[in-house]
């Protein structure tokens, strides 16, 4: 990406971000250091993938330097200032303008096509109910095995504990940059496996067993 693009895209992202700050969440674009480490464990058999929130394409070019097919690229933006700019720059891409809390009823592909979704989503300035909708809709097109990928600017995984395991899902910290404006962090989310399954009920029953025979022990 030349010197001339990256201005551009400063200015381009740092407008939308003066015009909507709770939609876009950052003065400007992820940078280089950030899109690698979002999309080291993605290979072009991955594909197709889902990309949320492309902005100026800082992932997509990622996606695209690790093997991944254009064609193979289906990016959901909402903001409607970055939809021109995502065509023009990847004309064999799917470029889709929605929000991604609708993507389970939208109908993008038949069956669980999708190797990984990687999310540039701003996920902190959303509520617990439109964070479900997005993982929701985005494991309705995974296949098994295919993870979501999802960087953040604060301290611990933007996706509450509450709901990963309402959810059946878990997350792993897989790097963080300080090369990044602001730092950032990477999470993969995955399906839980049955077995991981059975140890979170076991645990959660025995929780309640131990707080009833607690409260039973104070009432004698």
């Known amino acids: 990406m030349t010197a001339n693009i990256a201005c551009s895209d400063f200015l381009h992202f740092f407008r939308s971000w003066i015009s909507n700050p709770l939609r876009v969440a950052a003065i400007a674009p992820s940078g280089v250091s950030l899109a ?11 594909g197709p993938i889902i990309e949320l929130g492309p902005g100026t394409g800082v992932f997509t070019r990622a996606l695209l330097a690790r093997g991944l097919k254009e064609a193979d690229l289906t990016l959901i933006e909402y903001g409607p200032e970055f939809i021109d700019g995502l065509k023009a720059r990847f004309p064999s891409a799917r470029v889709l303008q929605m929000d991604a809390g609708h993507l389970a009823h939208a109908g993008i592909f038949q ?29 309705t097109y995974m296949r098994p095995g295919g993870a979501f990928y999802q960087f953040t600017y604060g301290p611990r995984c933007p996706v509450p ?17 300080m090369r990044n404006l602001p730092p950032a962090a990477v999470y993969r989310i ?31």
């Open 36 to 46: 690698k480490l979002m999309t080291k464990e993605i290979a072009a058999l991955d």
């Open 111 to 139: 069956g669980e096509p999708v190797g990984a979704v990687v999310s540039g989503l701003p996920l902190l300035s959303m509520s617990p109910r439109k964070i479900t909708a997005i993982l929701a809709g985005a494991f």
């Open 161 to 177: 504990r509450p709901i990963l395991d309402r959810m059946g899902l878990k997350a792993t910290h897989i790097g963080g940059t």
């Open 190 to 220: 995955l399906r839980r496996k049955p077995l991981e399954l059975s140890r979170e009920r076991f645990k959660y029953h025995s929780r309640e067993a131990e707080i009833e025979t607690a409260a039973g022990d104070a009432g004698g």
